[in-house]
């Protein structure tokens, strides 16, 4: 069936420094891909989304491009700060033959410091 | 505009009995997804509801039911409370499949089962 694996945190990084989260997929069709983002005590929040190969999703600075190829959708930053401080999450939605659904990743705790 | 809203935000039961979490999703969206996310499971995939009609249902055994009515407010129910129900539920909705669109996430409700 369908997956999502992220690499395992945490993550810990000095304010301006380059920030990449792993993220690779498996999916029988062509789901669709999305990296969310969890603050304390919140829900998730979508961060951007790709729905076809070679797509870039990008937002607040956070790029991901589709790897049909390599099936990966690599989370980047260039320059993170402390408010970047949150849980990622890596995620794929497909419409197959069990209806529509939304895969997660483990999510990916990203601390940044001052 | 309004977010996806949740109640109650938490809640603390005995084992045994049971309980009706609530959301009402953004205007327009005709779509709500249901999942439980837990420390060690991460986000799973409880159930999808579009236009009153269940889509979708991850694995997870009947106790747990939820439905959605014509104003798209969706409920679920968890029967016969178990400790491992101890959980933070998380709805999400969608304009219409989420899959190009991405999930708007609530803030949750935190299960507690003693």
């Known amino acids: 069936g369908d997956s999502v694996t992220q690499m395992e945190g945490p993550v810990t990084l000095s304010e301006e420094a380059f920030l990449t989260i792993n993220c690779t997929y498996t999916?029988?069709?062509?789901?669709?891909l999305f990296w969310y983002v969890q603050y304390p005590g919140e829900g998730l929040q979508l961060l951007l989304k790709?729905?076809?190969?070679?797509d870039k999703g990008s937002n607040k600075g956070f790029e991901a491009t589709y790897r049909k190829e390599t099936t990966s959708f690599h989370l980047e930053k260039g320059s993170v700060q402390v408010s970047d401080s949150a849980v990622y999450f890596c995620a794929l939605s497909d419409d197959g033959t069990g209806g529509f659904k939304t895969i997660f990743g483990a999510g990916t705790r990203l601390f940044v410091k001052a | 505009k309004a977010g996806v809203t949740q109640t109650p935000r938490y809640l603390i039961k005995t084992r045994g009995q049971q309980v009706t979490l609530s959301c009402s999703p953004i205007s327009g969206h005709r779509s709500v997804s249901w999942y439980q996310q837990t420390p060690g499971q991460g986000l799973q995939f409880l159930f999808e509801?579009?236009?009153?009609?269940?889509?979708n249902k991850g694995n997870f055994p009947g106790r747990f039911s939820g439905r959605q009515f014509s104003n798209s407010r969706s409920e679920m129910n968890v029967s016969t409370l178990e400790l491992g129900d101890s959980a933070l539920y998380l709805c999400?909705?969608?304009?219409?499949?989420?899959?190009?669109?991405?999930?708007?996430f609530g803030s949750g409700t935190r299960l507690t089962v003693v």
């Open positions: 790709a729905t076809k190969a070679d």
């Open positions: 999400a909705s969608s304009t219409g499949t989420p899959d190009n669109y991405g999930y708007t």
């Open positions: 509801y579009f236009s009153e009609t269940q889509r």
């Open positions: 999916a029988t069709g062509y789901p669709s």
